[in-house]
């Protein structure tokens, strides 16, 4: 029997010539794994056809959409996982849950080797192999755009050559990656980092310069998950979908930064995450009244440390589940209902409440009720500057010798 390659295929150029350019490098048969992460786009049925045209023994749909919300999605919701401060790790959290099923389609199929279409420069080749590794120590790993020399000119001719399903002519100058968690769009014209996007670039946000009406909504939280928009329930997939839309109706989520990758490139990236980034910022607003000061102040290092493991494909590490414990931990009491105005690029929080807060009227007014004892501050500051005052009295007393 032949060997057998299970191909990580998107139903693109590169993974599409690459089925034959890998078996013809090989002598193995290639099986063409597609996972739905929610990209949209094209069917997934013309996906998997395409992947049989293209000389595929067998082409499989996975449909991890529920999967990728629930257990990718919302554990980055948890940790406000924001890579640098910006980058909502959206196509960091999809490669660890598409190298699963290229895992368990490589056992299904009886493949000794998995194959992805990453190039030598990117982040993704590293989150796809090292997740390969960790999940399937056995199995092997290529990467023809990088190891087999397959370049963009050489898929094109070998596609016309061999006369494949797919079209070859609309050069689009973008690497664009997209899932339901957002949108990731690098390469061409951005490379200038003096050049501002164009409008052709987005697509899941509206310009937020002509908005339409703002629109308020008030999203429902039990334990760091958000359960239900304006009093309707939804499953966390179905949440982020709905807020995708409304959110990406006011241009909300629009992100350009330059970030560091994990092999020593800094790259520019334009990202439009507009469920996302309203639901992070609700989250966090939730917590700013569930979590108690201490616990939230590490906990956000936490979630920064956590976002660069995931960032540098640490999905799988023991690291990474010890942090996602400690996130799991402080959502206890993360419950309640946070309400936000969409409007012109921005979800701006404008009230909130929950059964479980730390808000206390009492302590916190200026006005009859309150029960603070304001007595009780005197001592407390003269004790909190006391080390920089004695500190600062030395300074004072070798400066004057
Ligand atoms: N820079 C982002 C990351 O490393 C996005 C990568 C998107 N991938 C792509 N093939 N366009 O997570």
Known sequence: MKDR?????????????AIGWIADATGAEVVAVAVDVGQGGEDMETIRQRALGCGAVEAYVADARDEFANEYCMPTLKANGLYQGHYPLVSAISRPVIVKHLVKAAREFGATTVAHGCTGKGNDQVRFEVGIQTLGPDLKCIAPVRDLALTRDKAIAYAEEKQLPIVTTKKNPYSIDQNVWGRAVETGYLEDIWNAPTKDIYDYTQTPEFPPAPDEVTITFVQGVPTALDGVELTPLQVIQELNRRAGAQGVGRIDVVEDRLVGIKSREIYEAPGAMALITAHKHLEDI???????RFKATVGQRWSELVYDGQWFSPLKRALDTFIEDSQQYVSGDIRMVLHGGTAVVNGRRSDTSLYDFSLATYDTGDTFDQSSAKGFIDLWGMSSKVASSRDQRVAGE
């Open 290 to 296: 569930t979590i108690e000061r201490e616990h939230a």
């Open 5 to 17: 390659i299970v191909l990580a295929y998107s139903g693109g150029l590169d993974t599409s010539v």
